[in-house]
């Protein structure tokens, strides 16, 4: 058979399957663009787990009318213009290829307006690779992208969604892990047009163990430590689970390089060896956790949809995670708890 082009359709539904996985996966790049973008409130509506809709709604800097039909088509961002910016990347989107991926599979409309332009502006594809021109729309300033009938022109791909239920449980939980990164911004949730939750900002730590609270259950604040290390260009803040709050799976684990979450084999070693003479076997600790670094210390750019990092000194950052969560557990004992606002430890 002759080597030959693939068409620019079929291009992007084989990104697609690399970068939508399910519903969820499309919150995650849709909620990651408008946390780009500047927004201090997004709002996430979803019908029918995300299978006839998903549509999420920001406040923040647009797009410019002129690049609309451009961020339908793939590797066209406005993140990154060259190598020595994806070497320091520090958004969370950087391929281009989420809103082609997306719109490749479904019924997709944005509709947006930029900061400094008078009137909005829309732009919808139907799964096709070609687009209508952009037509005028009234729309505050901020993005809002509706996905109807995801996969509706893949029917493989749609057999493998799950009930309405369980997409949309995966749903959830992936607007939990972003609202956990960003207490800078306001977050809401509805499914089916009820109200799952509204998360207000929470610019201090009381509010921000609030929002933990809502998120993780207060059971889980009630026994939390609060950290704040830093050390060499490494930061190291979050909260902690006393061993006594321990886990059957690891379930309740949340770790951000940079304010992306990712699901590092070196971090959860360095994690699991600083418990490993507190926990039992089998059982698992609970943590939501921020390691900040500089971009050029870590690779973000290993996997197509950003979930693993690889760290440039994979030793340094091991060593520091494992010393700082040793030495925190160390210093906490039964009876004992750290003052969250001062860090220091007082009997109880």
């Known amino acids: 058979m002759r080597i030959q082009a693939l068409p620019a359709q079929l291009i992007n539904q084989i990104a697609a399957g690399e970068v939508v996985e399910r519903p969820a996966s499309v919150i995650k790049e849709l909620v990651e663009n408008s946390l780009d973008a500047?927004?201090?409130?997004?709002?996430?509506?979803i019908e029918q787990g995300g299978g006839k809709l998903i549509r999420v709604r920001d406040n923040g800097g647009g797009i410019h009318p002129e690049d609309l039909r451009?961020?339908?088509?793939?590797?066209?961002?406005?993140?990154?213009?060259s190598l020595e910016?994806?070497?320091?990347?520090?958004?969370?989107?950087?391929?281009?290829e989420a809103l082609p991926s997306i719109s490749s599979v479904s019924r997709l409309s944005i509709a947006s307006r930029a900061t400094g332009q008078e009137g909005g502006w829309s732009v919808s594809s139907d799964g096709g690779d070609q687009f209508v021109d952009p037509v005028p729309s009234a729309h505050p300033q901020g993005t809002t992208v509706e996905v109807r009938d995801l996969f509706y022109n893949t029917p493989a791909r749609r057999k493998f969604m799950r009930t309405e239920k369980t997409e949309f449980g995966h749903i959830e939980t992936q607007l939990k892990r972003l609202a956990l990164s960003r207490f800078d911004v306001s977050f809401s949730l509805s499914h089916n047009r009820k109200e799952v939750f509204t998360l207000p900002l929470a610019s201090q730590i009381l509010e921000q163990e609030r929002r933990l609270a809502g998120l993780l259950g207060a059971s889980f604040l009630e026994q939390v430590i609060h950290l704040d290390r830093d050390q060499a260009g490494l930061a190291l803040r979050g909260w902690v689970a006393r061993p006594v709050f321990s886990r059957s799976q690891a379930d309740m684990q949340y770790f951000y390089v940079n304010g992306r979450m990712v699901r590092d084999k070196l971090v959860t070693h360095a994690?699991?060896?600083?418990?490993?003479?507190?926990?039992f076997h089998g059982r698992h600790p609970a943590y939501v956790l921020y390691l900040d670094l500089d971009p050029l210390q870590v690779d973000v750019n290993v996997h197509p949809a950003k979930h693993e990092v690889r760290f440039r000194d994979g030793r340094m950052v091991h060593g520091?995670?494992?010393?700082?969560l040793h030495k925190l557990l160390a210093e906490t004992r039964p009876g004992q708890e750290i003052d969250r606002s001062t860090g220091e430890i007082r009997q109880v």
């Open 38 to 45: 500047g927004a201090t409130r997004i709002d996430v509506d």
């Open 70 to 81: 451009l961020a339908l088509s793939r590797h066209a961002t406005s993140k990154i213009a």
């Open 85 to 96: 910016e994806l070497e320091r990347v520090s958004s969370m989107g950087f391929r281009g």
């Open 271 to 279: 994690v699991r060896q600083a418990f490993q003479d507190v926990l």
């Open 320 to 324: 520091f995670i494992y010393s700082t």
